[in-house]
């Protein structure tokens, strides 16, 4: 496996056979050696030393793949409660990268690579690339905002792994992506879904025509939830193929899980993590095909691996076998969250973050709804917030008073929503649990 990508060979379907064709018995096999070697790794972390302690657990009780569910959970609370770097298990030093989730008014998440993590992260992305058919004579355009976004940067190394000629066009000015798919002839894009939408509104407005005058044949699409039917959309508006890609910050980034051509679920890559899916509430296992949280182990992680990290994404095995010749398991389109995290643009956001944001404004009252919606301009975030009465006749400044709003929101969640202060009392109180979140995009189908 450390020689992935060296057997490069325009007539083979796989970056890397000797892997990607492996048994399930083999895979199982190579999982538990990894798994143990993995969990001795671990120990080197004082998180995980003193979670094995209070659990009474040492690395030498962990003999087959079902002893992984002796080991507790780890959550993003685990992440946030040790930033920046406590879950490390490798010295800083030894790190040479770090990722970041937005927000400041928690702690973020951070998340750690060493050398060899991002050597091997570049391979995972590669490998999906490869699977979906781009060799080294096409050209990748990456639409993804670079940065603290994995997307960036874990799509440039992968591409260029493969071989390919990576345009890190990075996310926004949809002129400039349409002229460098032009100009350069792009044949592939990594994109979220929701912005495809949009770019295919600019090209028409530019009368561009992606048949006739680009060379696009593949998308790679992820970073959030998506439909079958929406996929379906993109595929006729552009002409072009496009494949789900599972990508996780914790995990490494994109890379995790990718369609092959079957397009019948997504390959979770087995020699690099162990899949599982529990019941969200009991945290028992479900049987494949039935809907649960899924649950991930890092294999070869090295800065910061992770045990059984609860992804809080709801989705099902769908089988352990695929024509295209791979065992590694298929796992469904995301189905669901297990909490109230949203990804809109992309983006990662807790309503908890809106609404600390809002509250440091004295002027609104408590009481707010967040619209999730999808237009032709892409998906778009509409905040509601109730004013308190004293300010409600004031016109000037109660559009200086949303443009600060929507600015701080922009500072915390990393995207601009619409801001709407409207009246005390006008907007829906629920009796118990207030509903903070409509979300019309229908993105769970
Ligand atoms: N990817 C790429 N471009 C995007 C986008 C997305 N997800 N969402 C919006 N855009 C484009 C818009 O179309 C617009 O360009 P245009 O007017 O030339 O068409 C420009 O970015 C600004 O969009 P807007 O919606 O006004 O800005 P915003 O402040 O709400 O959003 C972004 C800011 C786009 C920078 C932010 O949503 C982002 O960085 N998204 C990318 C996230 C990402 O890469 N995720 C992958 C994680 S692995
Ligand atoms: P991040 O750590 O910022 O890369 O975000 C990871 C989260 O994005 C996941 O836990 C999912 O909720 C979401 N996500 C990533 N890829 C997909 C995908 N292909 N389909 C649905 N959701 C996705
Ligand atoms: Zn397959």
Request: with cysteine; aromatic share 8%; charged share 30%.
């Amino acid at each position: 496996m450390e020689n992935e990508g060296i057997k490069r060979d325009y007539g083979c379907e796989y970056f890397n056979p000797e892997v990607e064709t492996l048994s399930r018995g083999e895979i199982e096999a190579l999982q538990l050696k990894r798994l143990r070697e993995t969990v001795q790794h671990c120990m080197n972390s004082a998180f995980y030393r003193s979670r094995f302690e209070e659990a009474g657990l040492t690395p030498d009780d962990i003999r087959t793949l079902d002893d992984l569910r002796k080991i507790p959970f780890t959550t993003k609370q685990d992440l946030r409660d040790t930033y920046p770097f406590g879950t490390a298990s490798v010295p800083l030093e030894k790190c040479v990268r770090l990722h970041s989730s937005s927000g400041t008014t928690g702690n973020p998440t951070v998340i750690l690579h060493t050398d060899r993590d991002l050597d091997e992260w570049a391979n995972q992305v590669a490998r999906n690339l490869w699977m979906v058919g781009l060799r080294p004579t096409d050209v990748f355009q990456n639409s993804s905002g670079y940065g603290m976004f994995t997307g960036g940067l874990g799509f440039q190394y992968g591409a260029e792994k493969l071989g390919m000629l990576t345009v890190p066009a990075a996310a926004g000015n949809s002129l400039r992506q349409i002229k460098f798919i032009k100009d350069f002839g792009t044949t592939a894009v990594h994109a979220v879904p929701s912005y495809l939408t949009r770019l295919k509104e600019v090209m028409d407005q530019e009368g561009v025509d992606p048949r006739r005058d680009t060379k696009l044949r593949i998308f790679a699409i992820g970073a959030e939830p998506h439909s079958e039917e929406q996929r379906r959309r993109i595929e006729e508006m552009f002409g072009v193929k496009a494949y789900n890609s599972f990508g996780m910050s914790e995990m490494c980034g994109p890379g995790v899980g990718f369609e092959c051509k079957e397009q019948n679920g997504l390959h979770f890559w087995e020699d690099y993590y162990i899949v599982e899916i529990v019941d969200p509430e009991t945290l028992e296992p479900v049987p494949d095909g039935e809907i649960g949280e899924l649950v991930l182990t890092t294999l070869r992680r090295e800065a910061m691996p992770l045990l059984r990290y609860r992804t809080r994404d709801l989705t099902r095995v769908l089988g352990r076998s695929c024509p295209c010749g791979r065992n590694h398991v298929r796992i469904d389109r995301m189905r669901g969250r297990s909490d109230d995290m949203m990804v809109l643009k992309g983006v990662n956001i807790f309503p908890i973050q809106i609404e600390k944001i809002l509250m440091q404004f004295p002027e609104l009252a408590s009481n707010y709804l967040i619209t999730l919606t999808t237009d032709n301009n892409g998906d778009n975030m509409t905040v509601e917030v109730e004013l308190e009465e004293l300010f409600t006749d004031d016109y000037v400044g109660l559009q200086n008073l949303a443009k600060s709003v929507q600015r701080a929101l922009k500072d915390e969640i990393l995207l601009t929503p619409y801001v709407k202060l409207v009246a005390k009392g006008s907007l829906p109180q629920s009796e118990g649990k207030a509903v903070r979140v409509v979300d019309k995009r229908s993105v769970y189908k």
